[in-house]
């Protein structure tokens, strides 16, 4: 994003103006830094883009080791780090209500006089929980899906039948890519009307092309990616050794961690490429672009994808990509930009020679000017606010209504659902007459045009007028 030194009035010149109507926005996930990822940081992009034009943003997560309680970003983003239980790959264990989670969700969502409850991701068990227990609290609530599911494995089924329970009541549903609003509104049974299309975008200031760090003497394929199954570890295990085979100047940057990254290892050992394969492990987002601009290829090798923010980040550093064409990968880039290759080892390894074979004939700068083109976080921002403009005019559905919702999800499972929401709206219930909404103290706002503008003032020494001028400003805010 832009430097604060460029910020006037409180906000940036790039995000435009503020929001006519400042909502109060909580986002939920389980998710979040120090964990990296596309969702995480979509999630900081737009939470920040959002206070830069004049909303109030909190952002609920669960712990990640030491890392508890409140704590405050650079970006002026509150970050609430509950002490919770996970289950597995970083997902929080349901509770259905039966636990400290609704009640220090209900006193964070009072104190911080919370309007909009927006979750992201489907994976994660804190999202999916907060949009009931807002909706049951009478907040307005959103969700968006970063990920596509099938329909024919058990845990695709089960986890479908979730998705559709909890967003049969949610009150408008974000999705990164046309292919994944077709995906879920199959798997939800949704209206489509009621489903909005809105696609990452990428930091393209801080994400810029410099082709001077490059080996000059080699070609390096970058790939970063969690080592999952489904981002085609198995894949790689393949592709790799057959295009160090045919192209003796190729080399391989490969970053990130997951169960598979074993099966990477055993690969190298296997064909004795460890003076051309480099394994980083995880990769933090502050070094994201110095990785990147080592290389001149970006592969992506994934089995599913809704949008693939990765593919976008490496073309703003000026990379040409090869990516599997799967999902919303091929709405993302242009030709120019991306070589789309079935899910298969032959034609990867195709598409790969045919990049390594062009690579010189790509223009960094080009590449990066016609994302910064398409893809931005304040349009992405002022987008989300389109649909927040929505929710507010929205009348909550009542109880007896919500409950035929969720008795519609299925025969038996619609009747579990239905004991699961009647459960939920008794403990909300219960928790009122405990503790009233009225005994909750409201925690003071973090004031971000005040804050810009004291940063200003203490950066200019030039004249003494102009810091009167701000001195004044700062008092008046």
Not at 95 to 121: A, D, M, N, W
Request: aromatic fraction near 10%; charge should be positive.
């Amino acid at each position: 994003m832009a430097n604060a030194s460029q910020h006037h009035s409180g906000y940036s010149k790039h995000c435009g103006p503020p929001s006519s109507r400042p909502k109060r926005i909580a986002m939920v996930c389980d998710f979040f830094y120090p964990n990296t990822g596309g969702v995480e940081i979509h999630l900081y992009q737009l939470s920040t883009c959002l206070i830069k034009r004049g909303n109030k943003v909190i952002l609920i997560t669960h712990s990640y080791g030491n890392r508890k309680g409140v704590r405050y970003l650079t970006s002026g983003l509150k970050v609430y780090y509950l002490v919770y239980g996970q289950m597995y790959n970083q997902a929080a264990m349901p509770t259905f209500g039966f636990s400290t989670y609704l009640p220090i969700f209900r006193k964070i969502l009072i104190r911080e006089r919370i309007e909009i409850v927006h979750s992201h991701q489907a994976f994660s068990t804190m999202a999916l929980e907060a949009l009931l227990f807002a909706r049951t609290m009478g907040y307005k609530t959103c969700f968006t899906d970063h990920s596509l599911f099938g329909f024919a494995d058990i845990s695709s089924i089960h986890t479908n039948k979730i998705i559709r329970f909890t967003l049969s009541d949610v009150g408008h549903v974000i999705c990164v890519s046309h292919t994944s609003k077709e995906n879920t509104v199959i798997r939800a049974n949704l209206d489509p009307l009621d489903v909005s299309v809105i696609p990452n975008a990428v930091d393209y200031i801080s994400l810029t092309p410099d082709p001077s760090k490059r080996d000059p003497t080699k070609i390096t394929v970058i790939i970063l990616s969690r080592l999952v199954y489904r981002k085609g570890v198995d894949l790689m295990v393949t592709v790799i050794p057959e295009i160090c085979r045919q192209f003796p100047h190729v080399q391989f940057v490969i970053g990130g961690t997951g169960p598979m990254a074993i099966n990477l290892e055993r690969m190298i050992e296997k064909n004795c490429l460890q003076e051309r394969i480099t394994m980083l492990g995880a990769v933090t987002h502050k070094n994201l672009r110095e990785v990147l601009i080592s290389g001149h290829i970006f592969l992506n090798c994934s089995l599913t994808e809704a949008f693939c923010i990765a593919i976008v980040e490496a073309v703003s550093c000026g990379l040409l990509c090869v990516s599997t064409k799967v999902g919303g990968v091929k709405e993302v880039l242009p030709p120019e930009l991306i070589k789309l290759a079935e899910p298969c080892t032959e034609d990867i390894v195709a598409k790969l020679s045919e990049a390594i074979e062009e690579v010189g004939d790509f223009d960094p700068w080009k590449a990066h000017n016609l994302v910064k083109e398409m893809y931005s976080w304040i349009d992405i921002a002022k987008r989300t606010e389109i649909v927040y403009d929505r929710l507010m005019n929205e009348e909550p559905y009542p109880l007896i209504e919500r409950l035929c919702r969720f008795h519609n999800c299925g025969e038996w499972a619609g009747k579990l659902f239905v004991v699961v929401a009647a459960t939920v709206y008794i403990m909300c219930q219960i928790l009122e007459w405990w503790c009233p909404k009225k005994s909750i103290e409201a925690c003071p706002d973090f004031n971000y045009r005040k804050w810009e503008l004291q940063k200003k003032f203490k950066k200019n020494n030039d004249s003494g007028r102009d810091r009167n001028a701000d001195l004044l400003r700062v008092k008046q805010l």
